[in-house]
T-cell receptor, first 116, second 115 residues
Framework: KAGVTQTPRYLIKTRGQQVTLSCSPI?????VSWYQQTPGQGLQFLFE???????NKGNFPGRFSGRQFSNSRSEMNVSTLELGDSALYLC???????????????FGPGTRLTVT | AQSVSQHNHHVILSEAASLELGCNYS??????LFWYVQYPGQHLQLLLK??????LVKGIKGFEAEFIKSKFSFNLRKPSVQWSDTAEYFC?????????????FGAGTRLFVKA
């Protein structure tokens, strides 16, 4: 079956702009999580959505937001971009059969965002 | 707050050498533990996981990890590495809190295996 897909794969934006990234989970997966990966900070948890509701949230400013649609697809938005937002943004999906965090997460290839 | 520490940021080994990557976490309650691997140019993928039961878990490609609760550790091991094991390895933790995923990752260890 198809894996997690993310679009676009690469993006260049200017400081102050906003950006929207998209994630399509594996069919049947209801949980979608977002992570920011940078060389200095590693992988940091942004937020997790389940059934169109944000279920968990990391320690990122309010400029970072997301949503999930009824088909489980998810988008994340970053407003007023800063140079430090340059990173690889990863999306991960999980089935969540009621086991919650015990299920395996499957990661997408990521969106490489460069802010100039 | 939970945190995950990986002791080595870079490891260089020759083929057939044994591997052990350290991972410690800080959380006093029940945890789910994972090791993920990112091969060059590929997605992050799961190597192995521990939820409960036997503290020695086996994963793909000959990797195993041991959960030692008293030491808050979950070290990854492989008896004999291959050139194809060159990758970045991440230890991760989440807690079965109110539900869902809030996975905390370590900083990663870059492994380079010399042929």
């Amino acid at each position: 079956k198809a894996g997690v897909t993310q679009t676009p794969r690469y993006l260049i934006k200017t400081r102050g702009q906003q950006v929207t990234l998209s994630c399509s989970p594996i069919s049947g997966h209801r949980s979608v999580s977002w992570y920011q990966q940078t060389p200095g900070q590693g992988l940091q948890f942004l937020f997790e959505y389940f059934s169109e509701t944000q279920r968990n949230k990391g320690n990122f400013p309010g400029r970072f937001s997301g949503r999930q649609f009824s088909n489980s697809r998810s988008e994340m938005n970053v407003s007023t971009l800063e140079l430090g937002d340059s990173a690889l943004y990863l999306c991960a999906s999980a089935r969540d059969r009621g086991g919650g965090s015990s299920d395996e997460q499957y990661f997408g290839p990521g969106t490489r965002l460069t802010v100039t | 707050a939970q945190s995950v520490s990986q002791h080595n940021h870079h490891v260089i080994l020759s083929e057939a050498a044994s591997l052990e990557l350290g991972c410690n976490y800080s959380y006093g309650g029940t945890v789910n533990l994972f090791w993920y691997v990112q091969y060059p140019g590929q997605h992050l993928q799961l190597l192995l996981k521990y939820f409960s039961g036997d503290p020695l878990v086996k994963g793909i490609k000959g990797f195993e990890a041991e959960f030692i609760k008293s030491k808050f550790s979950f070290n990854l091991r492989k008896p004999s590495v291959q050139w194809s094991d060159t990758a970045e390895y991440f230890c991760a933790v989440n807690t079965p809190n109110t539900g869902g995923f809030k996975t905390i990752f370590g900083a990663g260890t870059r492994l380079f295996v010399k042929a």
